[in-house]
């Protein structure tokens, strides 16, 4: 038996204008709040972030300005010359907002680490305390390429 198929214009299918019309209208209303959210989330976080960067760059640069025998003494000073070891001289004071901590010490290129001895290296951390140091700006300082 052989099934043939019909074609038969009283039964419709598919949407109304009226049904298609109204769910454009609601997509509409309701989207536009929602596109204002996400555009205000978007443009406060990244100005923010985007700023907060500025800042770290802006205190490795007034940190590199420095002399490198200014640098190098901080390594000497008690508590210095490790991994992190805090500059008080030339981090934010401590109660600050947003405080942006430099952490010095001396460094061995050829064991890639850091050097009880004087070098003429030094590896240059800055970043947020608040944050941590694995989203620091790091750098190695040298006393020949001042």
Do not use: C, H
Request: no cysteine.
């Amino acid at each position: 038996m052989k099934k043939t198929l019909t074609f038969n214009p009283s039964v419709q299918s598919g949407f109304a204008y009226a049904e298609v019309l109204l769910s454009v209208v609601l997509l509409g209303i309701l989207l536009v709040p929602a596109m204002q959210a996400l555009s205000t989330a978007i443009s406060g976080s990244t100005g923010n972030l985007a700023a907060r960067q500025l800042l770290l760059r802006s205190k490795m640069e007034r940190v590199l300005s420095q002399p490198y025998s200014a640098l190098n003494a901080e390594t000497y000073l008690a508590g210095g010359n490790t991994t992190t070891s805090v500059s008080t001289t030339f981090s934010d004071g401590s109660g600050a907002a947003d405080r942006r901590v430099v952490v010095l010490y001396r460094f061995d290129a050829a064991t890639n680490a850091l050097s009880s001895s004087d070098t003429g290296l030094l590896y240059v951390s800055v970043y947020y305390a608040a944050d941590g140091s694995a989203n620091a700006l790091n750098t190695l300082a040298g006393r020949w390429w001042q």
